[in-house]
Nanobody, 125 residues
Framework: QVQLGESGGGLVQPGGSQRLSCAAS????????MGWFRRAPGKERELVAA????????YYADSVKGRFTISRDNAKNTIYLQMNSLKPEDTAVYYC??????????????????WGQGTQVTVSS
């Protein structure tokens, strides 16, 4: 499995912005569909955004569409999640994940075989 590490979490006020990064080691990310997941207290893990290996196809959960943007820089072996207009309900641990399964919209949770350790995002005034 590719090793993944998230960074950029923290405390932000409602309406604010934050960018998460996920850096990979061990393997190059160009072979992987990449996703950002989140798990809020008492809730199931959910896929919030995904991007295909070329960076040309994306998917967003309805709850974040228009506010979040996923991107990738294969040369830097890194993916990003730009989060704007943050809401308290966005509070969660955010995970990046990598999949070798061919692109489908939306990707399935079970497609992702490599996971980062997560980074906490707290949206509160």
């Amino acid at each position: 499995q590719v090793q993944l590490g998230e960074s950029g979490g923290g405390l932000v006020q409602p309406g604010g912005s934050q960018r998460l990064s996920c850096a990979a080691s061990g393997r190059t990310l160009s072979s992987y569909t990449m996703g950002w997941f989140r798990r809020a207290p008492g809730k199931e893990r959910e896929l919030v955004a995904a991007i295909d290996r070329s960076g040309t196809i994306t998917y967003y959960a309805d709850s974040v569409k228009g506010r979040f943007t996923i991107s990738r820089d294969n040369a830097k072996n890194t993916i990003y999640l730009q989060m704007n207009s943050l809401k308290p309900e966005d509070t969660a641990v955010y995970y990046c994940a990598a999949s070798l399964v061919n692109w489908r919209r939306p990707p399935r949770t079970e497609d992702f075989g490599s996971w980062g350790q997560g980074t906490q995002v707290t949206v509160s005034s």
